[in-house]
């Protein structure tokens, strides 16, 4: 009796997580409708965004200048979570960047903020050196002068063509002043007292340690060798257009649909448990989403299907060992943990594998790419977290209620021990 009072309490509590994640995930929490499909953001192409094409405002740019912009910028879209923005070079001198999920061109701007142009400048207005030749950026904390308290300072380290420049910069401005310049605004001016030849500087002035790291931040992901101006700003509509995208998520309703019926009818009280923890797998995937902010787009749909076809093959392997242990005469209870646990090398091999390569695309890959790589990362983990432990309390719960009949678990024939 106990053991069936156990079992009922678990399957009670993950049959409450089940209900609670679906409701979550349709309706919502709050007016926001938070950690609901509605509050996942949606790429160009299902929602649409803004398109922004910026120019360089220097004739001569070259290719390397603008590789180095469009990096730039990219990495600062990665930085606020606009993972599936994508940014392309234009001409010659042109960079257009498209964001997805924002309604407003001028909003997108204000968000993304400039471009910075970083330049030290003597005291006769001529530029010394720019901030292509930094090479870090960082907020530190710490004495700035002899006797003076800590504060929050800004400290660059400049590449070796940098290093050349500062030290000879300042040996000819000894006992002068070098202005440190940012978009035109004087951001610092310290005296050079003594030549600096180690590659290291410092910028100081009265900052927090939120302003420290957001110049740094600034300096380090936008300093380029020359400004941006906008020339070109859109409110561009979804790319696929309502019908694709009602075709494409009918499409992965019927293949989900289709699934959850085929482990029911091969494997029927197992196949159940698996649907089970499936829908709780896809309730944790919904929220997940939502909570990270992850904007989602057809590739990174494909990323959530993939890794529900990953979920699935999990319980395959596993109600496959099941069967073999039942049918070899051991007792559904030591089956079931047998099975677990020699799937359980397969299942990890198979997921390690290709959330290793999923990992690879997400450093490597920009745009779309990185965003089916994040799909695909956090479905892994799901799956791997509802096929090993949900599955086996959802299946444990069921033969502790007395629901313990080989044929119940579409096991045909069983060894009996004389």
Sequence with gaps: MK????????????????????????????????LSMRDIKRGLDLSGGVSIVYQADKEDVTDDEMRRAVTLIQNRLDRKNWTEAEVARQGNNRIRVEIPGVEDAETAIEELGKTAQL???????NVLLDGSMI??????????????????????????????????ATKNNLNKIIYIVMDDEVISAPTVNSVISDGNAMITGSFT???????????????????????????????????????????????????????????????FAADWALGIYMGLEIAVLSLFNVTLTLPGIAGVILSVGMAVDANVIIFERFKE????????????????SRALPAILDGNITTLIAAAVLYFMGTGTIKGFAITLMIGIVLSMF?????????????????????????????????
């Design 386 to 418: 509802t096929a090993i432990l949900i599955t086996r309390l959802i299946i444990m719960g069921i033969i502790g209620l007395g629901i313990d009949k080989p044929s119940y678990f579409a096991v045909k024939k069983v060894k009996t021990n004389n």
């Design 3 to 34: 053991t069936k009072g156990r079992s009922l309490a678990v399957l009670i509590v993950l049959a409450v997580v089940a209900a609670v994640l679906c409701f979550t995930s349709v309706v919502g929490i709050g007016a926001d409708r938070k």
């Design 119 to 125: 330049m030290f400048i003597d005291e006769e207005g």
């Design 325 to 340: 242990e039942v049918s070899a005469g051991k007792t559904m209870r030591s089956a079931v943990k047998s099975s677990f």
């Design 209 to 271: 340690g939120e302003s420290a790291q957001e110049l740094a931040d600034l300096i380090k992901e936008g300093a380029m060798p020359f400004n941006l101006t906008v020339m070109e700003m859109n409110n561009i509509g979804a790319r696929l257009g309502a019908n694709a995208i009602e075709t494409s998520l009918k499409a992965a309703v019927v293949g989900v649909a289709l699934v959850l019926l085929f482990m029911l009818l091969v494997y029927r009280v197992g196949g």
């Design 135 to 168: 090479a870090d950026a960082t907020k530190e904390v710490g004495a700035v002068s002899k006797n003076s308290a800590s504060q929050p300072y800004v400290a660059l380290k400049f590449n070796d063509e940098g290093t050349a420049a500062f030290a000879e």
